[in-house]
Every structure is written in C-alpha cells, then in structure tokens.
C-alpha cells in the first residue's frame, strides 16, 4: 500500500515528512511541528486535533513545551506525550548549558535561585537536584520525578556518589503555587532523610528549598544538626 496517497493517519503523516524533507521544518505551522512531535507517542491516531488543540489552550508552541508534565496532563496528554514533549524543553537546556562542569558555580543560594529563573518549567510535585564539588561548581543540574521520599533519596544519593559530588543543593519550583510556611509534611520528610543519608556518606547537604508564587521557603533551619 502507497501510505503516501492515502487519507488515513499514515497518508498524512507520509505527506508531513515528506514535506520536511522538501521544504524544511520551518515551513511548518506551530501545530503541525506539536502534531509532528507528537507522531512518536500516537503511533496511528490523527495527532493534529491534539496538537491544535494544546496550541490554542496554551497559546502557543512555546508555552507547550515549557508546560509542566502536571498541565500537560491536566490538558488530556498522556503519559507517553507528557514524555515526548519534555524532550525539547531538555534539549534546549542541554544547548543553552552544554556541560556545566566548572562552568556554573554556586557561590550561594542567591545564585541558586537565580540560575532556577532561568530553567524552564518541570513538575511542580519533583525536585531539581544540583551536584556541586568541592569548590561549589555543579557537575550536575538533574530532576528528580515523584516518588517516595526514599526511593528519592536513594536515587539522588547513589547520583552523587556516581558523580563523586561533595554537596548537594535541592530546590521543588511550584511555579505559580505558594509553598506553606515551613513546607509541606513530605518535603520535610524528603529533606530531612536526606539531610541525614547524606552526611553518613561524607556529603554535605547545603538546603532543600521550596519556591513558588514569588515566595522561597528555606528547611536549613529545620535540618537536623
């Protein structure tokens, strides 16, 4: 069967690449270029409803890809979209910071957060983990996805020691939501399990912070010594 003739999912997603190839991908609307990512999480349903449909929610390309896995979600995107549309945001990341060894350093939590500012959305439920040596330069700016407070922490942990890290910085970003005063009950808990795990390997854990809605709740306080 010619695909490229037909008028199913597959005719059109032959014409789609097709055209790629002829005319480049910057001759595409935003939609198709969503529609087109979207090819490999629907492998034979018509993707461009979809697509139309998260560029006129969003109101536009640009705010789909940096939507958090939670309002991607909340717009009917399933899991296998969630994770194909967080690829580009990471992309991008990787481009703008293409090795952060001894390029970025955290001199303190002002540069912590202001370096946040410019990353874009993840999921406001995860934690972004940053890595740092033994003069505060990040190995590693990683996310850490929901999950137990000790299957994080053990994540994060074995991370460090692979990376031969020295200390750790944690940060959850909420986006528009405020953080309660002292934080919620789990990222205590989180921050606290690995405040303690941490410094039983050598590692020092610097802060565990929560931001959101214009505010920043510090747990160093609530640390144990």
Sequence with gaps: MNTGRGTGPGGHRARMRRRIRTAGAHSLADYE????????????????????????????????????????????????????LGCPAQVARRLAHPDLR????????AAVLAYCDRLPAHDPDGWRLFHLDSVRHVLADEAVGTAP????????????LELHAV??????????QTPPDGGSAADLRFARMLHTHARLLGLVMHDCVVRGGGTCVSMRAMLPE
């Design 149 to 160: 407070p000790a299957d994080m922490c053990r994540a994060v942990l074995s991370r460090a």
């Design 33 to 84: 270029l969503l529609e087109v990512l979207l090819f490999a999480a629907v492998p034979r349903r018509d993707t461009k409803p979809q697509a139309k449909a998260l560029v006129a929610g969003f109101g536009s390309l640009e705010a789909v890809l940096d939507a958090s896995p939670a309002a991607l979600r909340a717009a009917g995107l399933g899991p296998r979209g969630v994770a194909v």
């Design 167 to 176: 200390s750790l910085v944690a940060v959850r970003d909420m986006g528009q």
């Design 102 to 109: 001894g390029q970025v350093i955290f001199a303190d939590m």
